[in-house]
Each structure stands twice: as C-alpha cells, then as structure tokens.
C-alpha cells in the first residue's frame, strides 16, 4: 500500500500548528519543544539513542518519527494513546514530554502573539483543545509520499533496481512484512521485543504492560513503521542500534529466531528499506 | 336561563378539547420514545453486522498480510460500539444499563484479543516459513547428523503424525535441531494460544447481548403501544360517560325550564283571574302602596297615580278602629296572614266593606318585603244584612 500523494487537513490550523511545534513556550521551563526531538524538516525523529525532555532529562526511549503517524493505529511505544491528538496532548503534559500542563499552555499562549492567530481560526480562541488539535493537524500534514518503492507499487516497475527487488522478496520471504505491513510498514499492531531470545535493554522502557498489566505484554511494544528508515538511526524502541545492517540481524535473530550468518540477503533487505525514503511533506517544503 | 344553555355545550367543548389534547401529548412521547427504541434496533443491527464480520476478518488473518484493514475495522467497530453504548446508557432503562455494562466489558476484552490474535498469528506465520526453512537445511545435512539428531527428528515425525504435537515439546533438541526445535515450539505455542484466543473471542462475543437489547426494544416497543391504546382506551370511555351526563343535564335543564315556563304561564293565568275577580294592592314594609289594580281604582274610586306612594290609610274609613289595625299589622308583621272584613271610604266619602286576606311576600333570603292584599267587595252583603 503505497502512501496516498496528499491528505486532506486544515492548513490554517496546520501552519500554526507547525509553529506550535518549535515552540519551548509549550515546555514547563521553556527549554525544549517538540522540534527538540523531532527534527523537522528531516527525519522527524532524533540522532541520539533516547529522547530527552525539560532539563534534558533523558528518557528510556528513542524518539519514533512523527512523519507519517497520521497512518499509525496508536502512539507511543507502549500505545497508550488511540489517536493523534491524545499523542499531542500526552506529548505536552508526560513526564517523558515536555511537562507541561494544558492549563499553563493555554495560559502562555495567551499572553503571545499566537492568541491573534487562534481567535482568526477559533471562534473561542486559544483553548486545550485548539492547541492540540492544531499540532495535530501539523503532524497529520507530515506525509512523505513518492518514496521509490511507492512509485513500484504504483506500477513503475523501474522503481527499484534489481538489488531493491530481491531485497523486497527478501523481506517478504523472511517474514518481516508479517509484522511491518499497510500503508506505514509497521504501525497497525503490536508485537513481543525478544521472541525467541529475551531482548535487554540498558533501560527498561514503558512497554504494553504498563496499559494492560497483563503477563503476556512484557516486553511488547508497537511495531514500528519502516517509512523513512533511512534516515531514523539510531534504531529499536530503545536507540541501541546504529545500523540498519545491525537492525536487521538483530530482528532476525530476536524475531524470527533466525541464528544462521544471514548471507546477502541482509544487503538486499538493506537496499530495499532505503527505497522507503519519500518526498518531504509539502507543509515543509522550503523550510530549511 | 339561556345562559345555562350557553355554559353546557362550552363545557361539553372544553372537555372535549382537553381530552383530545392528552391523548395527542401521550400519543406524542409514545412516538419519541418509540424513535428512539426503532433507532436502537437499528444500531444494534449495524453493530452487530460489524461486529460479526470484523470476528470473521480475524479469524482469517492466517490469509491476510496486511493488518491496516483489521486495524481499520476494528477502530470502525470501536467507535461504533461506543456510540451504541451512549446510546443505551442515555435512555433510563436498568436492563439496558445492565447490559450496557456487559457489552463494555465483553469489549474490553475483546480488544485486548483482537491484539493478541494479530501478534500471534504474526509469529505463528514467520515461525511456520523459519521451521521449513530448517528442515530443509536439516535434509541438506543429512549424512552430518548425528544418532542423536536422527532420534530427534525420528520421535518429531511420529509426533507430527500421531498428532501429539505437546509430546515434542519435551524432545531433546540437538545442536542441528535446535532452531528447528524453537521454531516448532514456537508453532505449538502460538496455535495453542490462538485456539486459546478464538474461544475467547466467542466467549465474550456481544451479538447474544446486542440480541437481547432488540428483544428489550422490541418488548418496550409493544409495551408503549399497549400504554398508548389503554391511555387512548380510558379516555374514550372517560369521554362517552362525560357526554352521556353531559347530555343528560342538558335534557334536564331544558325539561326543568319548560316546567318553569308551564308554570309561569300557569301562574299568569292565576293572577289574571285573581286581577278580574278581587281587589288587589300590594305595600312596601311601611304600608306605602306601591300595586293597585284596576279593580281598586273602580271600587275605591282614586285613580292609580293618587294611590302609589300614598300610605294604605288614605282609604281607611273613621269608623274603623285602630285596635283592627293594630291587630293586623301584629299579624302580617310577623309572617301570619290576615283575615278580616273592614270598612274603607272611597274617595267621595262614602263607605264600602271588603272581605280582606292580607299575605307577607318574602324575597329570597326569606325576610319579608313586601304585603299583598286581595279583597273582596262585600258592601252588597253587609247592607242587605
């Protein structure tokens, strides 16, 4: 399923919701924004192993790409929140995130130029619910479509070169797409870190457990998206691999409890999931 | 008199109007209500479609690579089921909110399964390609094994065909066979899960209770309409008695006000010959005249204009004495009614007798008013004595 070429959103809302997003007035102690973690334009994602909130506090987790999230079923590793702005607002007040409470957010955008901005959009004006909705319109604008492997699935069949192909039959065959699959390659279930070797971790990461209190969900998180992994190093849900060479042993070996030196192949899958990198999203274009 | 006739049919109308106006408000909610029960029915149809048919996609999933549409589907159903729920839960029925209870938290655990069935069956495919791809090496290999590897894959075989598949969970898995060994473990372990799962997801399956939600419209529904044809019932029989005594006071006042006139007419026909045949007058507390008839005028020979407003004595004739006069107001004063014949003088100053009775009229309060009196002239009789 190829990532559709546009997606329909308030760009109004979205354009201050862009704004919003580089903003540190929306952290406790006006240190970090989401840009912090979440380099835009770019990868959307941070270049050290774990993101990091107010008094650059480290977490337990990378920070996942906000590229393409519009097309993920929940958010967060551990998938607490069911939709984008519940992301946005738990982003906002957690203790991993910036901090704050809506309250205070409300508050200090009011007292700044962006209240004029919200009263033209808001008939009510700058509210919990505007602010979140307007970085949540922001994220949904971060489309990256026509990525080479998109255009192959549309029937340009030059797309890929032959590496790539064998690559894309490699990650098929393999079983990788069993559990990276739809439009985001990942992002529509969740899936046990460790299968069938207990996966360590430096820190331990809030993983579906702490939702469902359930024995069965140690150590699982939601699968995610392959989109654009190119460029979202370092890798796994706690940042300790800095190769895509790297991460697709591991998956392998953890995953699929495949333990033989896996050959050619891994240059294949290696070519294949650089075929993943798309266009930057419109609402980014020109930005440096 | 008119009036009552007036006030009757207006009160009949009023009646009427009222009882129409009841049964249109009851007529009225019933069908609110019944809107909403139809719009329950409706909704516990669509649900229970979705429902069955996002059951249906899971169960599949063995033939399905992508989960975008499951994942879809279920948000779909997700939010269905919570629309149905605040749709029970805002209509003030404790069986609906019983069940509204159950279906939430049947649908709690069914989300957590609908993950738990994707993640596995995810496993149980990759695993299933991984063993395959181990036996194939293991068959490549075949003359390195050793006697131990070939005992392994000699007790799987009759495991596999035997179907005693957590038999070979306990196999000793040699360093050729190992991987083999995890993934079919791992096989094992998610089929025993996923039947695991697929119970559960019958078990806490919402269609018997979004079934009984219908059946619970369905019952209300009736109910309404049995309430509505009862209310509608009672008050066609309310208004039938209404208009049967309605009619029946109707009857009665015009009877009692043809009774009045008969006896008004009756009453004429009694003063009339009472007019032709005596002497009439009538005074006020006072003994001021305020009647006379003509017959009083004929006899006493005043005209009736010198009478009215004179006091009754004009007429007394000097030879009657006061002690008469006394005696009679005595009488009159205090209801009685008196008796008497008594000289009076016309206006030329000769005597005439009359034969008198003389009669307290009382108002309505029963307090006297006003005297009658009715003579007879009998001035012949008493000079031929």
């Known amino acids: 399923m190829p990532i559709p070429k546009q997606i329909a959103y308030n760009k109004a809302k979205a354009e201050l919701g862009k704004k919003l997003f580089s903003e540190p007035m929306?952290?406790?102690?006006?240190?970090?924004?989401?840009?912090?973690?979440?380099?835009?334009?770019?990868?959307?994602?941070?270049?050290?192993?774990?993101?990091?909130?107010v008094d650059g506090q480290q977490t337990a987790t990378n920070a996942s790409t906000v590229l393409n999230s519009a097309f993920n079923f929940s958010y967060f590793y551990n998938g607490i929140a069911d939709t984008l702005k519940q992301q946005v607002k738990d982003s906002i007040t957690k203790e991993d995130g910036l901090e704050s409470?809506?309250?205070?957010?409300?508050?200090?955008?009011?007292?700044?130029?962006?209240?004029?901005?919200?009263?033209?959009?808001?008939?009510?004006?700058v509210t919990p619910q505007n602010v979140v909705e307007v970085i949540a319109e922001f994220e949904k604008a971060l489309i990256t479509p026509n990525s080479k492997f998109d255009r192959f699935l549309r029937g340009d069949d030059t797309a890929l070169n032959a590496q790539e192909k064998r690559g894309y039959k490699e990650f098929v065959s393999t079983g990788c797409v069993y559990c990276h699959n739809g439009v985001n390659m990942g992002g529509n279930m969740y899936q046990k870190m460790g299968v069938f070797e207990p996966y360590e971790s430096e820190k331990i990461a809030s993983s579906r457990f702490d939702v469902t209190k359930r024995e069965r969900d140690k150590n699982v998180y939601k699968v995610p998206s392959l989109r654009n992994i190119a460029l979202t190093a370092p890798y796994f849900h706690d940042g300790s691999v800095k190769t895509l060479k790297e991460a697709i042993i591991k998956m392998r070996e953890y995953q699929l409890g495949v333990t033989k030196k896996a050959h050619k192949s891994t240059a294949d899958i290696e070519a294949f999931l650089k075929t993943l990198t798309g266009d930057t999203p419109a609402i980014l274009k020109g930005d440096k | 008199m008119n009036k009552v006739l007036m006030v009757v049919p207006a009160i009949i109308i009023a009646l009427f109007?009222?009882?129409f106006y009841i049964s249109f408000e009851t007529k009225q909610e019933?069908?609110?209500?019944?809107?909403?029960?139809?719009?329950?029915?409706?909704?516990?149809?669509?649900?229970?479609?979705m429902f069955k048919l996002h059951t249906k996609r899971l169960l599949h999933l063995n033939k399905e690579v992508n989960n975008d549409e499951v994942a879809k589907s279920f948000e779909d159903l997700k939010r269905a089921e919570e629309y149905y729920v605040n749709t029970l839960a805002s209509l003030d029925y404790d069986r609906l909110y019983t069940l509204t209870k159950i279906i939430r938290e049947k649908f709690e655990a069914i989300e957590l399964i609908?993950?738990?069935?994707?993640?596995?069956?995810?496993?149980?495919k990759t695993a299933v390609i991984w063993s395959i791809d181990d036996y194939q090496s293991y068959l490549k290999n075949l003359k390195h094994l050793s006697s131990a590897d070939r005992n392994y894959m000699i007790n799987l075989f009759k495991a596999t065909v035997d179907d005693s598949y957590s038999e070979f969970v306990n196999l000793n898995a040699t360093k050729y066979t190992s991987t083999l060994n995890a993934h079919l473990q791992k096989i094992y372990e998610k089929q025993?899960?996923?039947?695991?799962?697929?119970n559960a997801l019958d078990k806490n399956s919402i269609v018997s209770d979004i079934n009984e939600v219908v059946n619970f419209a369905f019952e209300k529904?009736?109910?309404?309409?049995?309430?509505?044809?009862?209310?509608?019932?009672?008050?066609?029989?309310?208004?039938?008695?209404?208009?049967?005594?309605?009619?029946?006071?109707?009857?009665?006042?015009?009877?009692?006000?043809?009774?009045?006139?008969?006896?008004?007419?009756?009453?004429?026909?009694?003063?009339?010959?009472?007019?032709?045949?005596a002497i009439v007058s009538k005074t006020d507390l006072k003994g001021k005249?305020?009647?006379v008839n003509n017959k009083f005028c004929e006899v006493s020979g005043y005209e009736e204009e010198e009478l009215i407003g004179k006091p009754h004595n004009i007429v007394r004739h000097p030879d009657m004495k006061a002690s008469v006069f006394e005696e009679l107001w005595d009488t009159i004063k205090y209801g009685g009614v008196f008796h008497g014949t008594i000289k009076n003088r016309r206006k030329d100053g000769s005597a005439y007798y009359v034969d008198t009775t003389i009669i307290p009229l009382h108002n309505e309060k029963g307090e006297i008013d006003e005297y009658l009196a009715v003579r007879y002239d009998v001035t012949k009789f008493i000079q031929e004595v």
């Open chain 2, 30 to 49: 019933v069908a609110k209500k019944e809107e909403i029960l139809k719009d329950v029915r409706a909704q516990s149809y669509e649900l229970e479609e």
């Open chain 2, 289 to 291: 005249i305020t009647y």
């Open chain 2, 114 to 124: 609908n993950e738990d069935i994707k993640t596995d069956r995810a496993l149980l």
């Open chain 1, 26 to 53: 929306l952290s406790k102690d006006g240190s970090v924004s989401c840009a912090s973690c979440h380099t835009l334009p770019g990868s959307g994602a941070n270049k050290t192993q774990y993101s990091f909130g």
């Open chain 2, 221 to 277: 529904s009736n109910d309404l309409r049995a309430e509505l044809n009862a209310t509608t019932n009672n008050l066609l029989i309310a208004s039938m008695v209404l208009l049967v005594l309605s009619i029946l006071v109707y009857i009665k006042e015009v009877r009692s006000m043809q009774d009045l006139a008969r006896a008004k007419s009756e009453l004429r026909e009694f003063v009339f010959a009472l007019e032709e045949s």
């Open chain 1, 101 to 125: 409470s809506m309250d205070e957010v409300v508050s200090k955008i009011q007292n700044s130029a962006y209240a004029v901005e919200f009263s033209n959009i808001y008939e009510d004006g």
């Open chain 2, 17 to 19: 109007a009222s009882l």
């Open chain 2, 192 to 198: 025993q899960s996923l039947i695991e799962l697929e």
